[in-house]
């Protein structure tokens, strides 16, 4: 009765962790794992962490391959899913961990990324606000190609479109700094990606504007009812192996109320299942999600300042990537939403 | 001929690397370690890492001991400074590590420590620029009673005051998120400070304007030319056990060109030997900096955003501690202000 | 239906992992959490990685408010549980976590821990062999007084008790050495378990025959069929939160060919969902179990040095300590086993 | 007056750790940097913490940039240094960094290493004894040809050579397993040296004696006195970018008291600068050694196991190679063993 599934680029990080939430979800049965120069290993000896998909064996990635199935997940390298995706059937479900189909605007695509342009897809973060009292999973459901947001796009997203979207903070000038672990990177070989380079480290990367998730994140915010949103967007890789935590400011538009704030934030996530503002003086910890498909933020108003401070923590590999891609298939098959999907971190 | 030098607080770690730092100092012989609790142990067994001064061993920290060196450093709790300074000789250099006298303004005291304000001594980080073409550490030069600058205040003042100094970056509304390791907190045993709880997790803190380096950065810049800085600033402890990582933004005054304020940074510091803009481009990591006495940054500017983004690499106990002291040290008492101070990090 | 479940000292990690583990499970429900000092508070608030129990509360740790629940799980302090389980109804399923109740011999006892001996309830590493053909799971089913097992204990003992068993090693001159997270100390506030002392550091401890896990190590290989059996244990602490990866080596017993090594380790563990032989060549990582009930081993003769040498890996707070303890559960409850207990870990 | 110096290899970790501690010696002025694929940069840009060496450029590693140097530190593949040296004058001081000329018996390499031999050189770790009452120093004066000890060898051989010197231990059945940091796999492009599969991980690797520093620890303690000496020897990878702990341990000589043991350690090492016994329930911690040319050594008699337990620590790119070919080039050269080489490490 469970819907047939395939992951594409199964031995990678994205790929590795759909797999292990996969397991656990009760509809979905995973059926083929593909990849590229692993294809003829035993999925164990790749991912040696999924006992409980011992039975399954790489095969490559190909059209052929991941023909057949419900739902195929692609979670491969940037560029790669937009002529595969074209070989697979219309009724297939195909939900794409990278960024090809995720940005509306090909002018922003031929800024951030260059090259062939594949057009967008439909594209939610489920739990952010839209003018006129929905979220962004309207968009998800009976949807039949899914562009999974990124990590960094949906954490800082999350963040500062409840504040946006009341009125109550101004859309230009934001700043945004990210303490983010390396599996981000995937398993590219690169010397900055090396551990003893990591280690004992903090290490900045696409400082001053060019980080490709910058047009991602500016388009939730419009959605939410920004004009021209600008954002000062800096991650810096710290010694952990997941996580991200976005400590995202916004100018306090004058006049409001600490209270006023809080509200705006509350009212937006407050029946959220994998959404929550914490009280007053508490703050979340990256730990606090390893694992989970939850988004924890903490909201402080620094009057002196004149900014509203938000830090969020979001696991880059769960809520940020695989949890996404799992909780979007659960709303375009008309799933319960939170089916198999865990709210709860692996702390400490 | 050296100067004979007392360190208060030997047993901690702003004391260790004190004592790992002058243990290289042709100038300096360290002849008394003071402690609290750990008086009466040698020295080597509290601090293992200095098999050079095997010799020593703690005694009670009290004005008794201290008395009679040439220099006092004190690596004391805040408000443990005062009252012990006040026993010491006049001509005695004493320089505190501690935050008891780092503020010129007791309004400033009372709203970020409370208690006892003890009155602010000399201080100065030598390299930030003071209206009229010179640097801080003028104000060292010669005096018997130094605060040696806070670790995140300096970083923070040294990543933004040249773009103050020189007009090209807006004094309000400035925004800096701190990543920091663990060490910046000392011995004290609180559960946020366990390893299980800072591993593998990115844990912010005094979220909102709360941090007490708040008006000491405000200070400096306004040394450097500032009228009502404001910054909104958070620290986040991450996985390193020293070091800080700032990203520091503000506006861009509207009409200034990259050049423009790529030349503000490089005139501040183009002499400095421990404070180096990186090229274009280029961005420090914690590492590049662990144990020296030096502060890298790199520099953009993000049009976009209309922000200056700096990124600025400090070892919060060496240059952010035990190195300013040591330096400031060497302004006191007329000694080459680089002697016995490295600029090389260990890496990786 | 489900069972009704109370924990106590469910502020610390070993509490944590139990709730964790426990809001997955299908058959059992937590009604009440216990703490000490942090009575009072949301449990949530304390907790913060434990979203999905969120209307909890902890109350104070107390017979009375442990009584009226089908199972209550021991997570205190060792010495604490001794008194405290008195009191519980001898029909409810008592689990400590701790160590009062592990050790069969009193000598041990004194030896290792000193103070009151309570006695040893039953106690099982349920996937660890006994002469005769059984596995020590028999001891767990239908009691209703457990003693769970040490996190190094069970490690070593299952690195090590199946070549005993077989007769392919030598129980004499065993030597293991284990890179262990900090979590295992629990949140006691002590200088060496700070994060600045372990980041970037190893740092063993109980060096030279002094753990108290060494006993119990020794309990389960006798049961295995070893007379005598003496080990030389050295656990060392290293940077990552959680983890244990034990390198256990034994004499190979003279003439045994490394088919016949391997086989053992195979014929012990072939049909165990949870503890699994790797191929030959293949070792594991701790982040190939993190949060799974999950024991991962590799073996290697060498036969240059006439050892054989074992590296296993187990999550200290899941198959080390919670894990284990629900597994228990299973077993003394009559459920299946598995049940609620994942065998995927969560990496990188 | 300085000894003019070129280093091959500098843009490596070995290559950069070697250029740190030469830029603090005061006989040593490096005048040449080289490198493969980074000839051409700027070394600060590749080794961005050598701020003092900001005016040097790597040139090819070619054998006409290297001639006409007093000494050449050749930090380079394995493999690399065979043909280059050869090309060298004999009276150019070479130190070789590499393994190529480390062992004495070919039989040996073929066996561990394979591929051409090239015979060895001079090696020495200089606080080894050997029987009648030298130390291994010897082999190093006046040399011009020298192969560096490697990091894991010299570790294991300075914590178990005393005691088989003495007769206290055997040199049969000796096991070490080492904590070590990814830094001595150096800039190696591969999976495992990736920061998400180092962070939060203990990993083994060439386990069952396998590992090409075996026969190095076998000849260094045949050097002592040892006849047919057989070792287990287990690393495992954690989670710091530098360090190496060795747990290692060796049969007791049955009806030797833990006295005597503890003087065969301390007379060997009583008057070293750089290898420290410790008190006896003292251990020491990688972080200890940082940076430094240090070992440290704990030492403890397990009665029960019958086995003296040693743990020992060394930085493996300071004490572990830098350090080591500058003490011996200090040796080599006739300047104070101690010249330009710390004994503190950079802690916490």
Known sequence: MAFSVAIAG?????????????????????????????????????????????????????????????VVFLALPHGASGALSAELSPDTLVIDCGADHRLEDA?????????????????????????????????????RRIAAPGCNASTVALALAPGIHAGVIEAADLVAVLAVGPSGAGKSLKVP?????????????AVGGTHRHIPEIQQSLRWAGAVNPTISFTPVIVPMSRGILATATARLV???????????????????????????????????????????????????????????????????????????????????????????????
């Open 10 to 70: 199964a031995s990678g990080y994205a790929g590795g962790e759909l797999l292990r939430m996969l397991a656990g979800h009760p509809e979905f049965e995973v059926r083929t794992v593909t990849a590229h120069s692993n294809a003829g290993q035993r999925l164990i000896d790749v991912q040696p962490h999924l006992r409980s998909l011992a039975h399954l064996t790489l095969v490559d990635t190909s059209a052929a391959n991941l023909a057949g199935h419900d």
């Open 107 to 143: 002018g922003d695509w031929a800024a951030f990324y260059g090259g062939d342009y594949f057009g967008s897809w439909a594209y939610g973060v489920p739990e952010l606000p839209i003018p006129g009292g929905g979220k962004q999973r309207s968009r998800l459901i009976g949807a």
């Open 193 to 205: 990606n090396l551990a003893a380079e990591v280690l004992g480290s903090a290490n900045p990367y």
């Open 254 to 348: 004058p006049g409001t109320s600490a209270a006023a704030v809080r509200a705006a934030w509350e009212s937006a996530y407050t029946d959220e299942p994998f959404v929550h503002l914490l009280p007053a003086g508490h703050f979340p910890r990256t730990s606090d999600v390893l694992g989970a498909n939850t988004a924890l933020i903490g909201l402080a108003v620094d009057e002196a300042a004149g900014r509203v401070v938000t830090v969020t923590a979001v696991d880059n590999l769960a809520k940020g990537t695989a949890g996404a891609a799992i909780q979007s298939a659960n709303l375009a098959l008309g799933l319960p939403e939170t089916l198999g999907l865990s709210m709860n971190g692996v702390a400490p």
